[in-house]
């Protein structure tokens, strides 16, 4: 079947030309109100609303300049829910526009008021994973993409399973964000599969663990062996003993 209804799609005739402006001011604008009543309509069939979750780059016009501007003109309609994003960030080695750095900045300002959790994810490290760890010569878009809907299954894992510790996106974010605008998250997994191929390995707690804090399996190109962490969450997914997570994670810290 399928995964959305049809008539929950928004078109426009024309793209914002990767100019974030246009995306928030007037392309994006005139689309924004069709959106919201879409929106809407899905959140009044809910029983109990937690949040929402959006998808975009930030490095183009429509992307950044409108789902900024959504995700802002949600958090009007709906200030007391959670808002979560998956913002694909770009990066100087793969880039295909020269104002992406403009357009991220742009929306980063808009992210930093407006959202609660921001997963943090770019091309380049997605390329990297595909290419050294799952040594895919040329990976597609669909690769790329299928490590991050693995990601977005990972930390929303807790929300449709249940489990020894059940968390959801406000407690992930009353746990992770040591204050209101620092709430911009860097992701690992493990262990990483190229799709079409499953896991056939057992892996245990500490070989999870240590691949998941590798810096090879961060869905972000930036090596935070340079910094501190301020805070971490680690969600196992499986038949995992509580003992055997708490003392990995123990070790972890004392490192």
């Given at each position: 079947?399928?995964?959305?209804?049809?008539?929950?799609?928004?078109?426009?005739?024309?793209?914002?030309?990767?100019?974030?402006?246009?995306?928030?001011?007037?392309?994006?604008?005139?689309?924004?109100?069709?959106?919201?009543?879409?929106?809407?309509?899905?959140?009044?069939?809910?029983?109990?609303?937690?949040?929402?979750?959006?998808?975009?780059?930030?490095?183009?016009?429509?992307?950044?300049?409108?789902?900024?501007?959504?995700?802002?003109?949600?958090?009007?309609?709906?200030?007391?829910?959670?808002?979560?994003?998956?913002?694909?960030?770009?990066?100087?080695?793969?880039?295909?526009?020269?104002?992406?750095?403009?357009?991220?900045?742009?929306?980063?300002?808009?992210?930093?008021?407006?959202?609660?959790?921001?997963?943090?994810?770019?091309?380049?490290?997605?390329?990297?994973?595909?290419?050294?760890?799952?040594?895919?010569?040329?990976?597609?878009?669909?690769?790329?993409?299928?490590?991050?809907?693995?990601?977005?299954?990972?930390?929303?894992?807790?929300?449709?399973?249940?489990?020894?510790?059940?968390?959801?996106?406000?407690?992930?974010?009353v746990n992770m964000v040591p204050f209101p605008r620092l709430h911009f998250f860097m992701v690992g997994f493990a262990p990483l599969t190229s799709r079409g191929a499953h896991s056939f390995r057992a892996v245990s707690v500490p070989e999870l663990t240590q691949q998941m804090f590798d810096p090879k399996n961060m869905m972000a190109a930036s090596d935070?062996?340079?910094?501190?962490?301020?805070?971490?969450?680690?969600?196992?997914?499986?038949?995992?003993?509580?003992?055997?997570?708490?003392?990995?994670?123990?070790?972890?810290?004392?490192?």
């Open positions: 079947g399928q995964l959305f209804r049809p008539d929950n799609f928004v078109f426009g005739q024309s793209g914002a030309g990767n100019n974030w402006a246009k995306g928030h001011y007037t392309e994006g604008a005139e689309l924004v109100d069709q959106v919201l009543d879409v929106v809407r309509r899905e959140a009044e069939g809910c029983d109990c609303l937690q949040g929402f979750q959006i998808t975009h780059s930030l490095g183009g016009g429509t992307g950044a300049g409108m789902g900024t501007l959504l995700i802002s003109k949600i958090r009007e309609e709906f200030p007391d829910r959670m808002m979560a994003t998956f913002s694909v960030v770009p990066s100087p080695k793969v880039s295909d526009t020269v104002v992406e750095p403009y357009n991220a900045t742009l929306s980063v300002h808009q992210l930093v008021e407006n959202s609660d959790e921001t997963f943090c994810i770019d091309n380049e490290a997605l390329y990297d994973i595909c290419m050294r760890t799952l040594k895919l010569s040329n990976p597609s878009y669909g690769d790329l993409n299928y490590l991050v809907s693995a990601v977005m299954s990972g930390v929303t894992t807790c929300l449709r399973f249940p489990g020894q510790l059940n968390s959801d996106l406000r407690k992930l974010a935070f062996r340079n910094g501190r962490y301020l805070t971490c969450s680690a969600i196992f997914r499986g038949r995992v003993a509580m003992k055997e997570v708490e003392d990995q994670m123990r070790n972890i810290q004392n490192k």
